[in-house]
Each structure stands twice: as structure tokens, then as C-alpha cells.
């Protein structure tokens, strides 16, 4: 299992965009990167999935280097609502038995 | 479209009491997860259902705790005897199917165990 490393946490303000990067280094061929969310008192909600280079949607950008040892989750112009536990999770995309949550990043946006 | 139903939300029971929480998967969802979540800490994996069979049970402690998944669709996850250290969030997933990666969480079952 692919294991990754992550900020424990991150402060943000109103409006600014957020950059998350996750370390996993001994990421297999056949494994893809998926980022969660999760708020307070609820389930983590999927964001977004990719396997190389960059990957957007109307949430975030999901940005992968040539060797895919790391990604870097962006969030443009962060709300308070934005505040929450996001997870990087790697593993092969038909199988989900490889993805492991770790602790996530907890990230605050202030006023 | 109803997301994924868990119930109760709530559960305070004593040590040593049975406890059970029940799954209700996005309708057409053949995979079925069970997590255990901590305070400040990721879900963990209990056990995954593929339609009614369980396909990876490994993280789950066989010795208190159970599932099942009859016919497929709604799911059980019993502990008994609880313990104190099984105080956690519990939250149930589905997936379209194994070669779906994205999962939908509930909002999960917050077990307080005195």
C-alpha cells in the first residue's frame, strides 16, 4: 500500500488560494491519487481524482508532476465554508481495497 | 437523489452492552464499506461487501464485532460486548461497485460507550 505523507494542517484566509501537497513517494504504476473532504459531524465527500499532470473540476485543481511522487490539491479563492479535513488517498483505480485515509490536513480559513 | 442513510446518529450505551448500527447504500450501490473513525484521525476500514459477500474483513475484530449484508443492500455492524475503547464515529459507504473509487460516505454514528 502506497503511503502518504500530508501537512497535519494549514491556515488560510478569505479569498486566497490554498495549495495541499502530499507526499507519496513508493506510488505504484497502476495507482491513482484521490483527494476527500470532510466537515465536522459529517462523512468525507469525494473531490477529486487523477493520475498524471493536471486535473481540474469546478471544486479544485488536482496537480501531479512526471514522477508522481507527490500532488498538490489547489483550492482558488477559499471561503470560510472551505474549512475542513482533506485526505490524499493513492491507490489503484479498480480496486478499492488498496486506499488507506490517513490523518489528513486539517485547514482553517480565517476571515 | 438520497445519499447514503445511517441510524442512529447518536448511541450512549455501557460497557459490556450489545450495539448495533444500521446501512442504508445509494440505491444501485453494490459496494458497502464500514469505517471507524477516531478523534483527529482518518477513517479506518472495518469491512467491505461486494453485493452480500464480505471481501475484506481483515481490519475487522472478530472477536465483538459482526456484519452482515443481507440480500445486498442494507448492512448491520454489531459490537458486543462494547468496550470503552470502541467509543468512535462509525460510517457506513458505498461505492457503484469495486472499480468505482468514489466513495459516498454517511453521516455516520457517534458511540459513546460509558
Known amino acids: 500500500l502506497a503511503k502518504t505523507t500530508q501537512p497535519i494542517s494549514m491556515d488560510s484566509y478569505e479569498g486566497q488560494e490554498v495549495n495541499i501537497t502530499c507526499s507519496h513517494n513508493?506510488?505504484?504504476?497502476?495507482?491513482?491519487i484521490t483527494w476527500y473532504q470532510q466537515f465536522p459531524s459529517q462523512g468525507p465527500r469525494f473531490i477529486i481524482q487523477?493520475?498524471?499532470t493536471k486535473v481540474t473540476n469546478e471544486v479544485a485543481s488536482l496537480f501531479i508532476p512526471a514522477d508522481r511522487k507527490s500532488s498538490t490539491l489547489s483550492l482558488p479563492r477559499v471561503s470560510l465554508s472551505d474549512t475542513a479535513v482533506y485526505y490524499c488517498?493513492?491507490?489503484?483505480?479498480?480496486?478499492?481495497?488498496?486506499?488507506?485515509f490517513g490523518a489528513g490536513t486539517r485547514l482553517t480559513v480565517k476571515p | 437523489e438520497a445519499g447514503v442513510v445511517q441510524s442512529p446518529r447518536y448511541k450512549i450505551i455501557e460497557k459490556k452492552q450489545p450495539v448495533a448500527f444500521w446501512c442504508n447504500p445509494i440505491?444501485?450501490?453494490?459496494?458497502l464499506y464500514w469505517y471507524l473513525q477516531n478523534l483527529g484521525q482518518g477513517p479506518e476500514l472495518l469491512i467491505r461487501y461486494e453485493n452480500e459477500e464480505a471481501v475484506d474483513d481483515s481490519q475487522l475484530p472478530k472477536d465483538r464485532f459482526s456484519a452482515e449484508r443481507l440480500k445486498g443492500v442494507d448492512s448491520t455492524l454489531k459490537i458486543q460486548p462494547a468496550e470503552l475503547g470502541d467509543s468512535a464515529v462509525y460510517l457506513c459507504a458505498s461505492s457503484l461497485g469495486a472499480g468505482d473509487n468514489e466513495q459516498f460516505f454517511g453521516p455516520g454514528t457517534r458511540l459513546t460507550v460509558l
Open positions: 487523477g493520475y498524471k
Open positions: 488517498l493513492v491507490g489503484a483505480r479498480y480496486n478499492n481495497n488498496d486506499m488507506r
Open positions: 513508493n506510488i505504484a504504476t497502476n495507482d491513482y
Open positions: 440505491s444501485g450501490h453494490n459496494t
